[in-house]
């Protein structure tokens, strides 16, 4: 199903705190896009990244980071990787599944035991309180069935990162990291 402009209004719309002219603005220049959402996905290692369009679960776009991008952004700028502990890291990818802001979201991979597993550092990125792996879940979910005493090297990339420096995969992309950013600081300003 294609998303239509009418449609991501009213999806807009269920923030009730989001001024009618920003639902405007973002809902035009994400169905200007939508079509493009596939572009660069075979050119690049990718991760999809949840954007929630409406009030619920059920209204979920994802917008497409650019790991490949991302990898060069954090050895350019020589950052180091750090070693987190392997009980940091739980199961789950949603905020609702990882209340406990100092915990790092992780999806579990089944293992094959055919597959080679990179020894590169894993990378995290960190939203306001919330954490998760961008890349290394099959690294991590494989240390984590050795022991979970052990650490891991991993990078820690900000949110605010992701658009400053054009981390993405695609203009669709950029427009719902755009459209995510003004969603939460209106909602910051609303709650204050």
Do not use: W
């Not at 200007?32 to 996905?41: A, G, I, S």
């Not at 954090?74 to 180091?80: D, H, P, Y």
């Not at 984590?144 to 900000?158: A, F, R, T």
């Amino acid at each position: 199903m294609t998303l239509t402009l009418s449609m991501i209004r009213k999806l807009m719309k269920t923030h009730s705190y989001l001024p009618n002219h920003i639902i405007q603005k973002h809902a035009n220049r994400i169905a200007e896009v939508v079509e493009n959402e596939t572009d660069c996905q075979e050119q690049y290692e990718y991760y999809r990244f949840p954007i929630y369009i409406g009030y619920s679960d059920q209204f979920i776009l994802d917008a497409y980071l650019n790991i490949d991008k991302i990898k060069d952004f954090l050895t350019s700028n020589k950052q180091k990787p750090k070693k987190f502990l392997l009980e940091e890291f739980t199961f789950g990818t949603r905020h609702q599944e990882v209340t406990d802001e100092n915990l790092i979201a992780c999806t579990k991979i089944e293992l094959d035991p055919e597959l080679s597993v990179s020894s590169d550092p894993i990378i995290i990125l960190r939203k306001d309180n919330y954490r998760s792996i961008i890349d290394g879940n099959t690294r991590t979910s494989f240390a984590k069935q050795i022991s979970n005493d052990l650490d891991i090297l991993g990078y820690e990339l900000d949110y605010e990162n992701l658009i400053t420096n054009e981390l993405y995969l695609n203009e669709y992309s950029k427009r719902l990291l755009e459209f995510n950013n003004d969603l939460n600081r209106f909602y910051k300003n609303t709650i204050k």
